[in-house]
């Protein structure tokens, strides 16, 4: 998934691409907008330069009203699994399309690639996101508890059958 590709995230044209160097100060300030313990510059520029990792941004046009970088999503294709690390959207554009078409690309992106199972885990309290996991298709199939340290809250894992 090297070259861009343009898909519908209403109401307007999104296109996603992979994350470059220059785009890690945008990622960080919608990670610092939407999580009390977001991932760090130096996480994120690290998952640019592993071979097995993915980082998409998806981008709106500012020549129609749109924003630039609006949300982002980090995976790893291993085997036969896409696992989801991290996706984001901006506070402004959420509920907009721009998460799904995140999460749907890294499932086109590791079906390309032989996968057969994407997985994720997922705060308990993140009610928006488990919704949209849910309606992707996703199930959950297990706790990890403790798994976010700062406040021993547990994790949600979720499966989807590709």
Not at 87 to 104: C, K, N, S, W, Y
């Amino acid at each position: 998934m090297r070259e861009p590709i343009d898909t519908l995230a209403a109401p307007g044209t999104v296109r996603l691409r992979p994350m470059r160097p220059e785009d890690l100060d945008r990622a960080v300030e919608i990670e610092k907008s939407g999580f009390r313990h977001p991932w760090s510059r130096d996480l994120l520029a690290r998952e640019l330069s592993h071979a097995w990792s993915t980082v998409l941004v998806a981008e709106e046009d500012p020549g129609r009203g749109g924003g630039g970088i609006v949300g982002f999503i980090v995976f790893w294709l291993v085997h036969d699994e896409v696992h989801v690390l991290n996706v984001a959207t901006a506070t402004e554009a959420r509920r907009r399309g721009i998460g799904r078409a995140l999460m749907d690309a890294a499932v086109e992106a590791g079906r390309k690639r032989g996968a057969r199972l994407a997985t994720l885990e997922v705060r308990r309290t993140n009610v928006p996101a488990i919704a949209l996991y849910r309606a992707l298709g996703y199930r959950e199939i297990g706790i990890r508890p403790n798994y976010y340290a700062d406040e021993g809250e547990d994790a949600i894992v979720m499966l989807l059958d590709l």
